[in-house]
């Protein structure tokens, strides 16, 4: 018998048009986590950009199509279950998309460095109606990135709200930075 195992093309999910717009914040040639990258889709476009990424998720299937890959270190890390992998780390962005595990949200604010931006995206409260994500567990609360990150960092920017790309989905979005940001206007 044949393995017919199912292989994740990175061309068939570019990165998503809110980490590309604000990864030009990103301080030049800096480390960024890509927290539960998949197979690595932000991973690849920022290191395409000189970033060094720390590409993490728990699913090492998914985490295979990256090893070897120039400026990716890719590593399995059960985020949910297993402690914080980061405690001694600091990068100078973090990329989170379509991931919700809110216990995260303090150990992401801290390890970012001065000048380090936050660009997360991911499912709120009303998606439902489109699909999944429809589990309240895994969706946002109207304002919830704001009201998590916005006492550590400074908001750039912050959308919620109903989007038809790359599908129908309720979503929100933040991209923060700590402390003074010399790219930002």
């Not at 914080?84 to 595990?101: M, Q, T």
Request: hydrophobic residues 50%; aromatic residues 8%; contains cysteine.
């Amino acid at each position: 018998m044949e393995d017919h195992a199912f292989v994740v093309k990175h061309e068939d999910f570019p990165p998503s048009a809110w980490v590309r717009r604000y990864a030009a914040l990103l301080p030049a040639g800096g480390a960024v986590l890509d927290l539960a990258c998949g197979a690595g889709r932000h991973a690849r476009f920022l290191a395409g950009l000189g970033h060094a990424v720390e590409a993490v998720d728990r699913d090492a299937a998914a985490l295979a199509g990256l090893a070897g890959l120039a400026g990716i270190t890719a590593r399995q890390a059960d985020l949910e279950n297993d402690p914080w992998p980061y405690a001694d780390r600091r990068f100078a962005g973090i990329v989170v998309c379509n991931y919700l595990h809110r216990p995260l949200f303090p150990h992401l604010a801290a390890a970012l460095a001065e000048g380090g931006v936050l660009i997360y995206e991911t499912f709120m409260l009303g998606n439902e109606r489109f699909g999944r994500p429809s589990n309240p567990d895994f969706l946002l609360r109207p304002d919830e990135l704001l009201a998590a990150f916005g006492g550590a960092l400074r908001t750039v920017a912050f959308e919620q709200g109903e989007v038809t790309q790359p599908k129908p989905a309720l979503m929100q979005r933040l991209c923060a930075v700590r402390g003074l940001c010399a790219r930002l206007p």
